[in-house]
């Protein structure tokens, strides 16, 4: 009946080690960590925070909030991080659904979002910053001593997030300490981290990799983090040799590709880079290994349970691929009506395992929809699995199109244009065609400083390589395609941009 921080805490061997060093000079060691979270619990506990209540935050990338996360979990709150690009409107989706006894935000917001919790009923609205209403002065003003840790099961809940809602509103995914433990532990133990690692985090932490994978992990392993405000390329390059290991999206490595002062000798110290959170290019693989000797390790997960395949620590990386289950992970193919499907057969990942979500907040439904009977998670990721056991993915559900009655993936296709010269990368949608139902498009960026093919060369090259029912009808060249904070395209806008291709 421990909570996840006394779990993680039990590992910890030197309270000297460091946990984060950050941006601006500071320092907090895994010693410091008990006084700092158990400050932040009594300031909690204080406005009324129990366990099972849920406490809201939007707030920028510090120590604190690394902080405030753990305390939530030493108080048996549910800890719901929001995305900082969230707007007031999306917030009142978010606070009324989740109807949260605390909401911390940023000091430029507290004003607003004052506004609306008081219309919304949300008792507590607290900022990171100083001055009336900050959760830090309650802080320096609790009574640390007085703090005692809540026991937690390993299945309540220890955080929901929310997913993207591209298809409908967003969904709360309920994440259970035994989930976040578990998938901590796997992945400590697959990327074989250790005390001694030094992991470089550049990535946001409202969002699972930022948060549960990258800072999980690391304290599920005892090891330290360089912690930087956001991405940026001339910082990483700066402090990686100081670093063992770095979590990022593909974005992060082709930013430092294009870096002339990202050389082999930066990153000759560091043992380990991972990709995660939307697809690697083979070819920004093959060019980084090119610049570093060193060959990203791709790997799988969603915001529902955390991480599920990669690629092994030792033994073969394949581009293309995210490699196998982790430790105690198990994954199966399945057509849509349950079948489970062989080798190198297409159809929808399913997931099982202790890492799997305990289902979306306040929606038995939806939750009863995604779980076959059987409790296996539906994914609506298209994959595979090949005759050697790795698993790759080829699209969501919900972006396969039906063309002529023919189901069409696309990133068979984007793979075809992926690999043209000229081309910097490529996204495939269908979009409504008289005819056919949908029309398969192509929506395609130059390579920079390069000669692009044209729309005929593209549909050729295509028909050349596959059938000629998932070959484009047509190409559109665009400047740059529309992603989320985490990288991933946004094929909803692309499709809704597009949706007139054939009507001219």
């Known amino acids: 009946m ?4 006394q779990h993680f805490r039990a590992g910890w061997s030197d309270p000297a080690r460091p946990l984060m060093h950050t941006d601006d000079g500071r320092t907090v060691t895994y010693g410091d960590l008990d006084g700092f979270t158990a400050a932040f619990g009594a ?24 902080l405030l996360y753990l305390a939530c979990q030493r108080v048996g709150a549910v800890y719901l991080p929001l995305n900082t690009a969230y707007t007031l409107s999306e917030l009142e989706y978010f606070l009324s659904d989740a109807e949260p006894v605390a909401m911390v935000c940023r000091p430029k917001d507290e004003g607003d979002i004052a506004d609306l919790c ?12 100083t001055g009336e209403g900050s959760l830090l002065d309650a802080v320096g003003n609790a009574d640390a001593g007085a703090f005692a840790d809540e026991k937690v099961a390993e299945d309540d809940l220890a955080a929901i997030l929310y997913t993207s809602g591209t298809t409908g509103r967003s969904k709360g995914a309920m994440l259970t300490r035994r989930g976040l433990q578990s998938n901590a532990e796997a ?49 990483v390059i700066g402090a990686l040799p100081r670093a063992t290991a770095m979590m990022g999206v593909p974005t992060f490595y ?45 790997r799988y997960g969603m915001t529902e349970t955390g991480m599920n395949t990669s690629n092994p620590y030792d033994g073969d990386r394949r581009p293309g691929t995210v490699g196998f289950p982790l430790p105690g992970v198990s994954v199966r193919v399945a057509a849509e009506d349950g079948t489970v499907l062989g080798r190198d057969e297409v159809g929808v990942l399913e997931v099982k395992g202790p890492n799997v979500f305990a289902g979306y907040w306040r929606m038995p439904e939806k939750t009863a929809e995604e779980f076959r009977p059987d409790g296996w998670f539906i994914t609506g990721d298209v994959g595979k699995i090949d005759a050697d056991g790795y698993v790759h993915i080829v699209g969501r559900s919900k972006d396969m199109i039906i063309s002529g009655g023919y189901n069409v993936y696309p990133k068979e296709i984007e793979t075809v244009i992926d690999d043209m010269d000229g081309i910097g990368e490529s996204a495939v949608i269908g979009v409504p065609h008289s005819d056919f139902g949908e029309g398969v498009v192509a929506v395609v960026v130059p390579e920079s400083g390069g000669q692009a093919p044209a729309e005929a060369d593209i549909i050729a090259a295509a028909r050349k390589h596959l059938a000629g029912y998932k070959a484009p009808k ?17 094929k909803a806008e692309l499709r809704k941009r597009f949706a007139g291709a054939f009507d001219r």
Do not use: C
């Not at 421990?2 to 921080?5: A, I, R």
């Not at 008081?118 to 910053?129: D, E």
């Not at 400590?188 to 250790?194: C, G, K, L, N, V």
């Not at 001694?196 to 983090?225: C, E, K, Q, R, Y």
């Open 254 to 298: 082709v930013r430092l590709l294009a870096e002339d002062g990202f050389t082999r000798d930066v990153a000759g110290h560091m043992r380990l880079f991972v990709s995660g959170s939307a697809p690697l290019l083979e070819e920004t693989f093959r060019a980084f290994e090119a610049r570093t000797g060193h060959r990203i390790l791709e």
């Open 187 to 235: 992945l400590a133990d697959a990327w074989r981290f250790t005390p001694d690692d030094v992991l470089l985090h550049a990535l946001p932490i409202f969002h699972i990799h930022g948060l549960f994978v990258a800072i999980n992990t690391v304290l599920a392993s005892g090891a330290s983090m360089i912690f930087q405000a956001r991405f940026d390329p001339t910082a």
């Open 118 to 129: 008081r219309r919304l009923g949300v008792p507590n609205v607290f900022t990171l910053g």
């Open 2 to 5: 421990t909570n996840l921080y």
């Open 474 to 490: 047509k190409v559109f060249f665009v400047d740059a395609l529309p992603r989320n904070t985490m990288g991933k395209v946004q």
């Open 43 to 66: 300031a909690l506990t204080a406005a009324g925070v129990k366990k099972g209540d849920r406490v809201a935050v939007q707030v920028e990338k510090t120590p604190e909030a690394v």
